[in-house]
């Protein structure tokens, strides 16, 4: 098939390059002229595992392009992805102009029947709005659909690839078959592909990613309890996570959810049931969790020095929201970066991949130190925000050489306390005893 995306963020370059990759003809448009020229190029504006090579490969074979000409690229397709940004407006509600600008710009380039493929992240009935926009431009017949994205940042290859299942919202038969014979090879273990409406298709991305976020917050939570208690979260999780009815997933205590999509989505669909005169006390409350664990965190940082916090160098390891991505979007290192910075702290991070992202947002307020232990060279203490694994099992011996002061303030529960306390530690971590 011939296809469109709209967007060559996260979510639209590597659906265009996955769709690419599975044999179709993807033209990727973005408003971003410059970020266009350079993917031309095949360098990438995001750091994605596996990305770079299949970009490549299929700009070589010459079945994904770049282009700023969206005219060009509707007139000539049959399926059009929106996959732009929906960031959070200053109430918390999802900012969709961006996906309304993208549906204009589709009604007014429409040449004929075309098949309008939402992915953007929206509020339960934009699809219909989508629709509506695009009736009121052009006179082809179209139809749209409602089919969130479910990749994670990290593994958007992988998830895209082969996703645990497809969510189709449509119930027009015609558009059914050719979504079915799109995702077919994607689905060839198995997994569901599942159609409903608009409304559920749009309520079932928010319904997974509030789900998720609820789970983190409550492992922090009850590792807060924990702490208290003298209880320890690490086993406490085992435990949990055993029960059938549980499982693993989204178990691990830390400094919350950060990113681009788990904090705005829980926001967004709290504001959608309140507006709807729904109480929404569990969405609120997972945010309100959210946001209490780094700053718990950072107070343990700060409590830790006292006034002396304005004459230490503290090293942080870990920038991304999450390892293996370099998207520092809502990352809760942020903040504890800025408690420090405000505090009076000097700051030396390291991020095999978000360090350029790091010096972008804090120029010559920190130090982006280009090795990790370069980074902790006469370091008063270390903050580990980020569960790279390269951070996992460090060589504590050459820590202990590095640094001037030998404490470990652990956001991820990378270490054992035990194991520190024998190197000569400090030790403080997330719903565990401190060493
Ligand atoms: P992003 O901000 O990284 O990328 C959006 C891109 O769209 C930008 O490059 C921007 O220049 C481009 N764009 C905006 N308007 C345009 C227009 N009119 N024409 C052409 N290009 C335009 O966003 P993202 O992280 O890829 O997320 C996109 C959507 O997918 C959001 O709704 C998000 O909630 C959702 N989503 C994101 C993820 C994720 O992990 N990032 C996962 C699932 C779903």
């Given at each position: 098939?011939?296809?469109?995306?709209?967007?060559?963020?996260?979510?639209?370059?590597?659906?265009?390059?996955?769709?690419?990759?599975?044999?179709?003809?993807?033209?990727?448009?973005?408003?971003?002229?410059?970020?266009?020229?350079?993917?031309?190029?095949?360098?990438?504006?995001?750091?994605?595992?596996?990305?770079?090579?299949?970009?490549?490969?299929?700009?070589?074979?010459?079945?994904?392009?770049?282009?700023?000409?969206?005219?060009?690229?509707?007139?000539?397709?049959?399926?059009?992805?929106?996959?732009?940004?929906?960031?959070?407006?200053?109430?918390?509600?999802?900012?969709?102009?961006?996906?309304?600008?993208?549906?204009?710009?589709?009604?007014?380039?429409?040449?004929?029947?075309?098949?309008?493929?939402?992915?953007?992240?929206?509020?339960?009935?934009?699809?219909?709005?989508?629709?509506?926009?695009?009736?009121?431009?052009?006179?082809?017949?179209?139809?749209?659909?409602?089919?969130?994205?479910?990749?994670?940042?990290?593994?958007?290859?992988?998830?895209?690839?082969?996703?645990?299942?497809?969510?189709?919202?449509?119930?027009?038969?015609?558009?059914?078959?050719?979504?079915k014979e799109l995702y077919a090879p994607f689905l060839r273990t198995g997994k569901p592909f599942f159609t409903m409406s608009f409304r559920s298709a749009e309520m079932t991305k928010y319904a997974v990613n509030t789900m998720i976020?609820?789970?983190?917050?409550?492992?922090?939570?009850?590792?807060?309890?924990?702490?208290?208690?003298?209880?320890?979260?690490?086993?406490?999780?085992?435990?949990?996570?055993?029960?059938?009815?549980?499982?693993?997933?989204?178990?691990?205590?830390?400094?919350?959810?950060?990113?681009?999509?788990?904090?705005?989505?829980?926001?967004?669909?709290?504001?959608?049931?309140?507006?709807?005169?729904?109480?929404?006390?569990?969405?609120?409350?997972?945010?309100?969790?959210?946001?209490?664990?780094?700053?718990?965190?950072?107070?343990?940082?700060?409590?830790?020095?006292?006034?002396?916090?304005?004459?230490?160098?503290?090293?942080?390891?870990?920038?991304?929201?999450?390892?293996?991505?370099?998207?520092?979007?809502?990352?809760?290192?942020?903040?504890?970066?800025?408690?420090?910075?405000?505090?009076?702290?000097?700051?030396?991070?390291?991020?095999?991949?978000?360090?350029?992202?790091?010096?972008?947002?804090?120029?010559?307020?920190?130090?982006?130190?280009?090795?990790?232990?370069?980074?902790?060279?006469?370091?008063?203490?270390?903050?580990?925000?980020?569960?790279?694994?390269?951070?996992?099992?460090?060589?504590?011996?050459?820590?202990?050489?590095?640094?001037?002061?030998?404490?470990?303030?652990?956001?991820?529960?990378?270490?054992?306390?035990?194991?520190?306390?024998?190197?000569?530690?400090?030790?403080?971590?997330?719903?565990?005893?401190?060493?």
């Open positions: 098939m011939r296809i469109t995306v709209i967007g060559t963020g996260y979510v639209g370059l590597v659906v265009g390059t996955g769709l690419a990759e599975n044999g179709h003809t993807v033209a990727c448009v973005d408003k971003d002229a410059h970020k266009i020229e350079r993917l031309k190029k095949a360098i990438l504006p995001t750091y994605e595992p596996g990305l770079e090579e299949l970009v490549t490969r299929n700009l070589e074979e010459e079945r994904l392009a770049f282009t700023s000409d969206l005219d060009k690229a509707i007139g000539d397709c049959l399926l059009v992805f929106i996959c732009v940004g929906t960031p959070p407006t200053t109430d918390g509600d999802a900012d969709t102009s961006e996906v309304f600008a993208a549906a204009e710009a589709i009604g007014r380039a429409m040449r004929g029947y075309r098949v309008i493929v939402n992915k953007s992240t929206c509020p339960v009935g934009t699809t219909e709005r989508i629709r509506d926009t695009i009736a009121g431009l052009t006179a082809h017949e179209f139809d749209v659909v409602a089919n969130p994205e479910f990749l994670k940042e990290g593994a958007a290859v992988d998830d895209f690839m082969r996703p645990d299942r497809i969510v189709i919202g449509s119930e027009d038969v015609r558009v059914v078959e050719i979504m976020a609820a789970r983190i917050s409550m492992i922090n939570e009850l590792a807060n309890v924990c702490q208290a208690y003298e209880a320890d979260i690490t086993e406490v999780r085992e435990g949990l996570a055993s029960d059938s009815r549980i499982g693993a997933a989204y178990l691990f205590p830390g400094l919350g959810f950060g990113g681009s999509c788990l904090p705005k989505d829980v926001v967004a669909c709290a504001r959608l049931g309140r507006k709807a005169g729904i109480e929404c006390d569990m969405l609120e409350a997972t945010t309100r969790v959210n946001e209490r664990q780094r700053e718990r965190f950072a107070k343990v940082v700060l409590d830790y020095y006292g006034d002396a916090i304005a004459q230490k160098r503290i090293a942080l390891w870990g920038a991304s929201f999450k390892p293996r991505t370099d998207d520092i979007r809502g990352a809760p290192a942020l903040h504890i970066i800025d408690a420090l910075l405000a505090a009076g702290a000097k700051v030396i991070a390291y991020d095999s991949k978000a360090g350029p992202r790091l010096s972008e947002v804090y120029g010559d307020a920190i130090t982006v130190a280009p090795k990790m232990y370069a980074s902790i060279e006469g370091a008063d203490g270390l903050v580990v925000a980020t569960e790279w694994n390269e951070f996992r099992r460090p060589d504590y011996d050459r820590m202990a050489e590095h640094m001037r002061e030998r404490v470990i303030f652990d956001g991820r529960n990378l270490y054992t306390p035990r194991v520190l306390a024998e190197h000569g530690f400090r030790y403080f971590s997330i719903g565990r005893a401190s060493a």
